[in-house]
């Protein structure tokens, strides 16, 4: 069971904004209603910024109070909406956006998002002095700092679903099949469903595997003559990757059939893990703020809820643990 760190208040304040940025993520929403409950019961009053970083440059806030956060726990998405924003790149537009924040009274930032979010969230602290918290939300999960980040284990599970779905088709007609699931710079959806969906091969984004080395790593095929494999491929940079690798399988005579997951993979019902995890993390995020602390995302580490510092957030990838790769590998032979 995770556990909650109880944190002695330090520090005063009145009002706290929050945003979701970057790509959206199940979870996103048990997060922002974890962050306002916590805070109203806390005698804080909550704005939301809209749009990712985009609704403080551009404004108004939206004030969130009990009931506009009714209701939203069971839906993927964000109902804060997101947005990767370009002139929040430029240092004079952050300063203006905190400066607007202060003068409505607006004492410190939450930001819920993925790597490029969470550095945005330390350039804003470290240049304002804003006291802002970061929380891991992407389904990606490669966000140093945490085991898990908000959103991952949902789209795992919607992944797994289409994977078990096309394991049948891939059965009854004896072929090869290729899924591509997301991850343009991350393999953690990757290798998290090739273990549990049985995959005879995994493909990251590196790519460093071409098809005639695939061939000879389809183990199952090699060995035991299956009738049919299944190469989980992680999206990686180029969008044209897939089906070229499976139309070089096929002049290799290996007849193969693409199959891109996309973006089914970013919504829907958020799982029960990503709703707790979202929960606790968002509840926590408050807590810290009062606590005294800032420039820090939390994250889920052991059980126990810790804190990483956003500047290593910032310049740190998490790396695919090399063991989950092997354990694929001899899994599937
Ligand atoms: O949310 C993370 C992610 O899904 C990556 O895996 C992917 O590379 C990227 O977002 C694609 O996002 P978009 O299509 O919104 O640019």
């Not at 979870?27 to 609704?55: C, D, P």
């Not at 957030?313 to 694929?328: C, G, M, S, Y």
């Amino acid at each position: 069971m995770w556990t909650l760190p109880e944190i002695a208040v330090t520090r005063e304040l009145r009002r706290l904004a929050v945003l979701t940025s970057g790509g959206d993520a199940p979870g996103m929403n048990a997060a922002v209603r974890a962050i306002t409950r916590t805070a109203i019961a806390r005698g804080l009053e909550v704005f939301a910024a809209e749009r990712g970083f985009s609704g403080l440059v551009n404004g108004p806030l939206r004030p969130l109070d009990v009931a506009a956060v009714g209701g939203i726990l069971q839906r993927g998405g964000t109902i804060l909406k997101t947005d990767r924003c370009e002139a929040f790149l430029q240092p004079a537009v952050r300063a203006r956006a905190v400066e607007d924040l202060r003068h409505q009274g607006i004492g410190a930032l939450i930001v819920i998002g993925g790597d490029g979010s969470l550095t945005g969230a330390h350039q804003l602290t470290t240049e304002t002095g804003l006291p802002v918290i970061g929380l891991p939300g992407t389904i990606d999960n490669d966000i140093v700092g945490t085991e898990d980040t908000i959103g991952f284990d949902t789209a795992v599970n919607t992944a797994l679903e289409a994977i078990d779905r096309v394991r049948d088709t891939a059965y009854s007609h004896e072929r090869l099949f290729l899924v591509e699931v997301m991850g343009r710079s991350s393999g953690f959806i990757a290798v998290t469903v090739g273990i549990a969906g049985g995959a005879e091969a995994i493909v990251l984004p590196d790519r460093s595997i071409d098809a005639a080395t695939l061939v000879s790593e389809l183990p199952g095929r090699r060995l035991r003559n299956k009738p049919s494999s299944l190469v989980v491929v992680a999206e990686g940079t180029d969008p044209t990757y897939t089906q070229r690798l499976a139309a070089e399988l096929g002049s290799l005579g290996h007849p193969a059939r693409a199959c891109i997951l996309g973006h089914i993979q970013r919504g829907g019902r958020p799982s029960g893990h990503d709703r707790v995890l979202a929960s606790l993390l968002g509840a926590s995020a408050v807590d810290h703020l009062l606590g005294g602390y800032t420039d820090v995302m939390l994250g889920m580490r052991k059980g126990r809820i810790a804190t990483t510092p956003l500047q290593r957030v910032a310049h740190e990838r998490k790396p695919l643990p090399p063991a989950w790769l092997e354990l694929a590998r001899t899994l599937a032979s």
